[in-house]
């Protein structure tokens, strides 16, 4: 189903692990180096500042081709519904140009097939919404089945932030406006339900190529948990808000819970999630219930914020319970034990290839400032 190339794929989720691990010294220069030569990898893969000009160009280029063709046609033809059928040329053109280049010249997040993903996308969900303009549930729903196909079939993170959001987006104008009271209570269930099948397909070794869009949809359900049970959206969304006690106490002791987990499971996911809403947390009930005036609130904010960061620098110099001040790029057993795979298949010399079990490559890490784990 993914477009790109599997085993490529595998090689340079093996390589970023033999990176790590060489950052820390669990395996030295030459093993490194054997790991590197056993697993290549065939992807034409830009530094930053290409990949962003080549991304700039690529849109240059695509949207000249759309004025262009717009333009020739639009002289002799003057009609608006001309341009769903424009759209859904170009959109199967940027399709066929980006399976090429994938194919032929093996592009991974090189800037033009971002491009050419992106663009073609916006060109199909614009032909579509000719045919649903008028109905805000079809076109969420539109862009959210162009999203997931896109996401299934290119890996690609923004997409999958996209069906997210679009799905969400269309739950939420279908309840509108007659089951309006319980849409906080919808789009948390399905925040929870995103975020735990998410955590779940991430041990997935059949997914693991994937494992970058379930870390994003994970933070994306834990903020639109919050946030439907956030006190100050529910008041926008209905100027009665039922049952505010519940929405307080939502708003004040999700980021806390957040946070306990974070710390108990060693979940960096978590742990910043809950200190991002903690902050949320705080501004909704300033915005509610002035106690300082703001100057003064941010002041004494910030000297607490300063003073807790510098308490916990020390604190934490001397790792304890798992945590470290120090930036690790292996800080969890599950990761060492990918070290030691790592070892043991440049010992042994041949290219490996995975077959499933219980290591698995690649999905990002995340370490210090408290915490280890995938982020």
């Known amino acids: 189903m993914i477009a790109y190339n599997k085993q490529s794929l595998d090689s340079l989720s093996i390589q970023e692990t033999a990176r790590k691990a ?208 956030n006190f100050y959206a529910v008041k926008t969304l209905a100027p009665v808000v039922p049952l505010p006690g519940l929405f307080w106490a939502l708003t004040l002791v999700t980021p806390l819970v957040f946070i306990y987990l974070g710390l108990r499971k060693k979940d960096v996911i978590l742990l910043r999630s809950g200190l991002i809403y903690i902050a949320a947390a705080v501004l909704t009930v300033r915005y509610f219930h002035s106690v300082l005036p703001l100057a003064s609130a941010m002041i004494v904010a910030g000297l607490v914020l300063v003073a807790l960061s510098w308490w916990l620098i020390r604190y934490l110099k001397t790792p304890k319970n798992g945590f470290t001040y120090e930036p690790l790029a292996y800080p969890s057993a599950t990761d060492k034990l990918n070290i030691s795979g790592l070892i043991i298949s440049q010992t042994f010399g041949g290219t490996h290839q995975p077959s499933g079990g219980d290591v698995q490559f690649g999905g990002g890490s995340g370490g210090g400032g408290g915490a280890s784990g995938d982020y």
């Open 22 to 229: 060489l950052f820390d010294k669990y395996i030295d220069q030459a093993a490194y180096d054997r790991i590197i030569a056993a697993h290549p990898v065939s992807f034409y893969m830009p530094n930053i500042f290409a990949r962003v000009g080549l991304y700039i160009l690529t849109w240059v280029a695509v949207l000249f081709a759309w004025g262009l063709v717009g333009l020739l046609l639009f002289t002799s033809i003057n009609e608006e519904e001309i341009l769903y059928g424009i759209a859904f040329l170009f959109a199967i053109a940027g399709f066929f140009m980006l399976e090429l280049f994938i194919r032929e010249k093996k592009l991974f997040r090189a800037g033009i097939d971002d491009a050419l993903l992106l663009s073609s996308c916006v060109a199909l969900t614009g032909a579509l919404h000719f045919i649903y303009r008028e109905n805000g549930v079809m076109i969420a729903a539109t862009v959210c089945i162009v999203s997931l196909l896109s996401t299934a079939r290119y890996a690609d993170r923004l997409m999958a932030s996209i069906c997210y959001i679009s799905f969400l987006a269309a739950v939420f104008l279908a309840m509108m406006p007659e089951a309006m009271a319980a849409i906080p209570f919808t789009l948390m269930g399905i925040s929870l339900a995103g975020y735990f099948a998410c955590r779940k397909m991430l041990k997935s070794f059949s997914l693991r190529h994937y494992s970058n869009i379930f870390t994003i949809v994970s933070i994306l359900s834990l903020c639109s948990f919050y946030v439907a049970g």
